[in-house]
């Protein structure tokens, strides 16, 4: 079955350090969707990314999707304390009807 | 309104209680959700309901019973649960029950424990 991978798991940093997550599919993706998940939240849908190396912005979040839509990533500048939270990428198999999430990257920022 | 509301906030239970767990949208999604999630883990996908019938049921115990009254409406019936069921359990929905087109909108879900 399909298969998405996100690394890391963990990322401590300095707030006003950038931070980048990735996403990696066994299988070409139709589609993907991040999510943001505070603690003791829940997720909380960012954006989705559908056509073949898209990019798209979002203040200091930039989202992209790789030319052979296997791979995406996040990428935040100048991280803040409000940024703190699981970023799960949500894969959608192509010609699948069900999204893969990935385990998630737990964002730690340190005032 | 962007809001999926889910009741209890909170739960526990014994392994031979029965109990339902309730979500609501007003936003004219026509699919809903119901996810497990287990600390430091990625919600896991346990039933879909599109257009008020089940159409993804994740190989879920029966021991979970969904129903669907409404389109607005979703319930989940506990029965002789176990601990290990000890997990938060998310409400969401999108626009039409192709999981992955739209984006999902969760709840604040049910912190459950049975003991």
């Known amino acids: 079955g399909q298969q998405v991978m996100q690394i890391p798991q963990y990322q401590h940093v300095q707030e006003g350090e950038d931070f980048t997550t990735y996403c990696n599919s066994s299988?070409?993706?139709?589609?993907i969707q991040w999510y943001k998940q505070r603690p003791g939240g829940h997720p909380v849908f960012l954006i989705q990314?559908?056509?073949?190396?898209e990019v798209k912005k979002q203040k200091r979040l930039t989202f992209q999707f790789g030319e052979a839509k296997k791979n995406s990533s996040l990428h935040i500048t100048a991280t803040q304390t409000t940024d703190v939270g699981t970023y799960f990428c949500a894969g959608l198999g192509a010609g699948s009807y069900q999204l893969t999430f990935g385990k998630g990257t737990k964002l730690s920022v340190i005032p | 309104d962007t809001e999926v509301t889910q009741t209890p906030k909170h739960l526990v239970m014994g392994m031979t209680n029965k109990k339902s767990l309730k979500c609501e949208q007003h936003?004219?999604?026509?699919?809903m959700y119901w996810y497990k999630q287990k600390a430091k883990k990625p919600p896991e996908l346990m039933f879909v309901?599109?257009?008020?019938?089940?159409?993804i049921n994740e190989s879920v115990p029966s021991r979970f019973s969904p129903e669907c009254p409404n389109s607005s409406l979703l319930n989940l019936h506990l029965h002789a649960l176990q601990p290990e069921d000890s997990a938060l359990y998310l409400c969401a929905s999108s626009q039409s029950g192709w999981q992955g087109a739209y984006e999902q909108y969760f709840g604040p879900g049910t912190r459950l424990t049975v003991t």
């Open positions: 309901y599109s257009y008020e019938k089940l159409s």
């Open positions: 990314l559908v056509k073949s190396g």
């Open positions: 936003m004219g999604h026509r699919a």
């Open positions: 299988t070409t993706l139709s589609n």
